[in-house]
């Protein structure tokens, strides 16, 4: 897949969006280079515009002014390059008991949007069983999605997200329903895995005590706007 | 068993698997109100051929597939719901269709073709009706095949598929397009105000029995079928209003596919 990777990963320059009606921005002139290869953790009380930037950068949500580009296109002109490249896990993520896919097919899926007609192959499939065994999951494989708690199917939708093999993550609250001990193997062993092959990781939450994470880059977030960036060893621009 | 009560079940067999196949997909993607506006839009272009003595199926096509490329841009346009206009353009539909039906030459509301519209008749069931209907049979399974993967995480999660790059636009507006050809079809045998009962009914049914998502389709597609079927040959055999006939069938099936969910759940292991 066409790579279009500059120095920095992410750069936001003067973005300011509103959701639909609003006469407030959810997020207010944020300039912000995060450079490629790095884990950022963005803080701040709810409401304090975190998700805005997440989907912001995706082009989920258009920005009403300023540019976004990420991994190189530019947003929304070219959200289709980026969002092939990138992974996402949604801050609601739960299903209902109904849900009829399996965890299998649900990991699948993320697989299946980066081919041409979403048919997948043998190493495709492969791809998945490894996603789900990484994350403790491979023996829920045939379940549906719906019968799993809500640590388990936030699991799932984790391995759906680190078996698109992203060039970056984009993680709303990922740890919200998972237990502190799956928390540490998450950040220990498969983030710095994911970062030596190239990703960039951006996890959002509005928790304040991190300490089982090393951010290389931790921004807190308030009111809309970036209040504080810390940098460790990187450079990133505010 | 004269040829046109083979017809009917053959006829039934394929629209009825149509409509129910589009209407599981329609459900789940919460298109139901914009099926809704579509089937309408159908009926007042069929009732606009019935005044200008044009065909049929073609402007209810028309009208049908117009409708589903402009509810979109229109409820962007407006800044309102794609629920909210779909229900207005319903209403709009209505009342064209009773003052197409009204503008007919002649005494329109004695016609076979205005019972055809309004309550559907067997009389429709012809070679070519069942030529398109296989036709339209053989895209909606080829498409599904195809592009299940995308289609599947559309079906999940649209946010999520948008996320990972998944052109849902396009996707949805596949299916609208077939949801149009398929009611425009459906139209012709269950006439326009009991088209739904092939659409959400054989979904509602499906969805009883606990199934994979891929179980859905199929189970809709086979109770739609069965309800068609069945609905057309009690029509035939007590000539009464297809279009009924077939919602009574549906809705029996409903009722047992219930009832078998039900009973399965209090055999469960577990159970007291």
Redesign the interface.
Known sequence: MEENLGCYAIELEDVSTYY??EKRPAIRDITLRIPARVLVLIVGPNGAGKTTLLETI?G?LRPRSGRVITLGYEIPRMA??A??L???L?QDFM?SP?????AR??V???L????P????LEGNLRRVDHALKMLGMLEYADRP?GKLSGGQQQKV?LARAIA?EPKLLLLDEPFSAIDQETRSYITSEIFPRLLENGCTILLVSHELNHSYMDADIVIRMVDGRIERVITRDVHAIH | MSMLFINSIIGGVFAGGLCGAVGALCSRLRLMTMAFSMAHAALAGSALALALGADMTSLAMLFAIMTAIMLGPLADYLGTSLDLISMTLFSLYNALTFIFIISTPGPALMTESIGQLLWGSILAIRPTYIAYLLTASIIIIAFLATFWGKISSILFDIRLAEAEGVNVKTYKYAILLIAGATITLALRITGGFLVFSLLYVPAAASLQLKASMKGIIALSWIIGSASASIGLAMSFLYDLPAGSCITIAALILMAMASAYSKLEASLAPGRW
Not at chain 1, 117 to 120: C, D, E, K, S, V
């Open positions: 639909y009606g995706l989920l289709s390059k969002r092939a990138s992974s996402y949604p299903k109904a849900e009829p896919f399996t097919e649900v699948a899926m993320g299946a949007s980066n081919t007609t979403g048919r997948l999605f939708l698109r």
